[in-house]
């Protein structure tokens, strides 16, 4: 079957989707984006991802008129050209086509909409999740603007690399304070000795994530303490359990950081409770 991406206006086959060589997405990073992930149908967190996107392009002064209702249905056409149930999207929108110029362009020009879907495997998801997951440690060499949702993604990129090539799964990344500010693409997150839930509290570090903002009501719905404050690799290391949050990994265990094992190598009760909450709740 073949697949559609929509650009700007229109849907196309995948293979022929591009943008023009001028975009300021392809030439600055001057540009955002949005994942969801799709479950029956269903856009996970919906809202939340929706209310990130506009934040995000306000920041960066990208004039963006659609509304949210529009896009919601160009998404659903997406995923039924696609016939996808189970999947993720990715919304980038750019600033749009310019001549190449640092500075905004004088002119008003129309931002570039680009959408993709493609499946995902719940079960290899599941599968994961038993096992729980390895992570790395690296130094967090990101700008300081975390909190907004750009395509400027080389240090992230670089530092899943570094994690694909020591065979683990994604890498939490370290800030000059020796404090551990997120994973390249998730939240971080440790439960202590005591049993409290622990994250980084939210700041230009970090990206707000949202299945963040959802674990945290969850948690609080089942009375688990919670601390939103910063933590050290060695602080994780001799945690009671570890695990990353994201759109594509939900929940996911953390079994591993560094050479260290967490707790007895398996993932956590409390990881994985949450992971169900979460599941069930969408
Ligand atoms: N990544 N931190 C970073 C740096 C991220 O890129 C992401 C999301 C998160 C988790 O945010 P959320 O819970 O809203 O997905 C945290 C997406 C999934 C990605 O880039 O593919």
Redesign the pocket.
């Known amino acids: 079957m073949s697949r559609f991406a929509y650009v700007n206006s229109g849907f196309l086959p995948h293979r022929d989707a591009c943008v023009h060589i001028e975009d300021r997405g392809f030439q600055f990073g001057d540009a955002v984006?949005e994942?969801w992930g799709v479950r029956d149908g269903h856009l996970l967190?919906e809202q939340?991802?929706f209310d990130?996107l506009y934040r995000s392009l306000d920041q960066l002064d990208i004039l963006f008129e659609r509304s949210q209702y529009s896009l919601l249905v160009t998404i659903h056409e997406l995923l039924r050209r696609n016939r996808i149930r189970n999947g993720?999207v990715?919304l980038q929108i750019s600033r749009g086509v310019a001549p190449r110029d640092h500075a905004f362009p004088q002119a008003n020009i129309a931002p570039t909409v680009v959408l993709t879907a493609k499946r995902f495997n719940f079960d290899a998801a599941a599968q994961r999740a038993e096992h729980g997951i390895r992570v790395i440690t690296q130094d967090d060499e990101r700008w300081g603007r975390?909190d907004i949702?750009s395509v400027n993604?080389l240090p992230?990129v670089l530092a899943k690399q570094a994690a694909r090539e020591e065979g683990a799964y994604e890498a939490w990344l370290v800030d000059g304070s020796g404090l551990v500010t997120?994973?390249?693409?998730?939240?971080a997150w440790i439960v202590s000795r005591d049993g409290e839930l622990i994250t980084r509290p939210l700041d230009n570090h970090?990206?707000?994530?949202?299945?963040?903002?959802t674990v945290i009501a969850i948690a609080k719905s089942m009375s688990i303490p919670l601390v939103e404050r910063a933590f050290s690799p060695e602080e994780a290391h001799s945690s009671r359990e570890a695990f990353i949050?994201?759109?594509?990994?939900f929940v996911m265990p953390v079994v591993q950081i560094d050479d260290k094992i967490i707790a007895n190598g398996t993932p956590g009760s409390l990881s994985l409770s949450l992971r169900n909450e979460y599941l069930r709740a969408q």
């Open positions: 984006y994942v967190d939340g991802h990130r993720l990715y975390c949702k993604l992230n997120e994973g390249s693409s998730t939240t970090i990206l707000p994530g949202i299945t963040r903002k949050t994201s759109a594509s990994s």
